[in-house]
Each structure stands twice: as structure tokens, then as C-alpha cells.
């Protein structure tokens, strides 16, 4: 969907994904409070243009899933060199794909 698209009612919305109306009523309203969709009186709900991330929310969100990987690690057993390992060894892999898109 593109910004200024037409959203589906919750009626719709539920309808389609086979879910409770009380549950795509709750989705609606969190994509409302994050700006994803916007509500117009008269004319109904669309999708909202995307705004630029902050470097703030950015890094808020990049500690979330650095969260998430250690505790995983931790449950691996995995020690921080391996982890350090993985990360540089994934992180030189999207380089070198990156640099063969640049190419084409």
C-alpha cells in the first residue's frame, strides 16, 4: 500500500484476516498512534506517508534487537567472541552483496 491509499474499515480489516473486530479495532488504533495510517472525518482512513526515523528512535531500536540477540546468544551458550565473530563475518557478507548491487 502507498501513502494516500484507501485503509480497510475494521469491519473489512477483521473480515479479511479472519480476526475478532475487537482485535483489528486495537491494530487500527496502534497504526494510528504510530502514524502508519491516518484518519480524515468524511473520508475515511488511509495510509499515511512514511516519515524519516530519528537517529534517536534508530538507536532506540537498535538496542531493542541488540537485546534480543545477547539474551539468544546466552541461551546458545555462545561467549562474546563468537558473537563479535558472526556479527563481523554477516556484516562483510551485506557489504559485498551492497557493492554488487552498487555495480549493476
Do not use: C
Amino acid at each position: 500500500m502507498r501513502p494516500g491509499d484507501p485503509f480497510p474499515s475494521v469491519r473489512a480489516l477483521s473480515k479479511a484476516l479472519k480476526i475478532n473486530p475487537n482485535t483489528a479495532h486495537k491494530v487500527i488504533t496502534q497504526l494510528i498512534s504510530e502514524g502508519l495510517i491516518e484518519v480524515y472525518p468524511g473520508l475515511g482512513t488511509v495510509v499515511g506517508v512514511r516519515r524519516s526515523s530519528t537517529a534517536a528512535e534508530r538507536g532506540v531500536l537498535l538496542k531493542k534487537e541488540l537485546e534480543q540477540l545477547v539474551v539468544e546468544a546466552k541461551k546458545l551458550g555462545l561467549d562474546l567472541n563468537q558473537i563479535t565473530e558472526a556479527i563481523t563475518q554477516h556484516w562483510h557478507r551485506l557489504d559485498a552483496a551492497d557493492k554488487v548491487l552498487a555495480r549493476k
